[in-house]
Nanobody, 122 residues
Framework: QVQLVESGGGSVQAGGSLRLSCSAS????????MGWYRQVPGKQRELVSL??????YIAESVEGRFTISRDNAKNTMYQEMNSLKPKDTGVYYC?????????????????WGQGIQVTVSS
């Protein structure tokens, strides 16, 4: 019912910057939280940043370098990534949860994007 599309990934050299975007569309009634997760081969998907009504969370490994923001009017979330390091390399997934409204039926949703590659070379 709710689709997420990520954009903005790519390849950069260490020290560079990228801005990831995640746009939500569909039968959205409200979004309570959105977040970015990172996955590298052989490891579990890890939470990188999260934004909700209660504030924001930034993982310690990226604190001071990454920021998360959200445009509620556009149902879009951003992650600004600065001073990138090779260890930031991975597939970044956007996640959102909230309520959908489909023809008057309201229910919970949790959706994931397809993932976008970020590669940082030394």
């Amino acid at each position: 019912q709710v689709q997420l599309v990520e954009s903005g990934g790519g390849s950069v050299q260490a020290g560079g910057s990228l801005r990831l975007s995640c746009s939500a569309s569909g039968s959205i009634f409200s979004i309570s939280a959105m977040g970015w997760y990172r996955q590298v081969p052989g490891k579990q998907r890890e939470l990188v940043s999260l934004i909700s009504g209660g504030g924001t969370y930034i993982a310690e490994s990226v604190e001071g370098r990454f920021t998360i923001s959200r445009d509620n009017a556009k149902n879009t979330m951003y992650q600004e990534m600065n001073s990138l390091k090779p260890k930031d390399t991975g597939v970044y997934y956007c996640s959102a949860r909230g309520l959908y409204d489909r023809r008057g039926r309201v229910g919970d949703f949790e959706s994931w994007g397809q993932g976008i590659q970020v590669t940082v070379s030394s």
